[in-house]
């Protein structure tokens, strides 16, 4: 039984679902997963920071006087801007490492971004 699997090659089945049944299929399931995962998470900060800066500019105005409410606003602003600073410069670290690894860990094509989440690629 075991020659018979060995002949017909299906030891190990079709591959590991997204990744693949080919050796270099792997490697290219992963990054391609990984550089969707960074596009969504940097997709939702952008939306994050967004809300957050709103908020932050929509309180200040209605600080009415209240320095509590100032700084409190003044604070969510800061950290909005620092949040948006972290996530820009974790995907140019990312998008270096992926140039000196030659691994497209970055989405080149944001538009494919959707067809790679898909199971029906």
Request: proline share 3%.
């Amino acid at each position: 039984m075991r020659e018979l699997a060995l002949e017909l090659g299906q030891i190990g089945g079709e591959g590991l679902g997204p990744f693949g049944s080919n050796p270099g299929d792997g490697l290219t399931g992963i990054t391609s997963i990984v550089s969707s995962v960074i596009g969504i998470m940097t997709i939702a900060a952008g939306i994050w920071f967004l809300f957050q800066f709103i908020i932050g500019g929509f309180n200040w105005i209605n600080a009415g006087g209240d320095k509590a409410k100032l700084q409190t606003s003044k604070d969510r602003l800061t950290n909005a801007f620092v949040g948006l600073i972290v996530v820009v410069a974790g995907w140019a670290i990312l998008a270096l490492a992926g140039t000196f690894f030659n691994v497209d860990f970055t989405i080149s094509n944001p538009g494919s971004l959707l067809q790679q989440l898909s199971p029906n690629r």
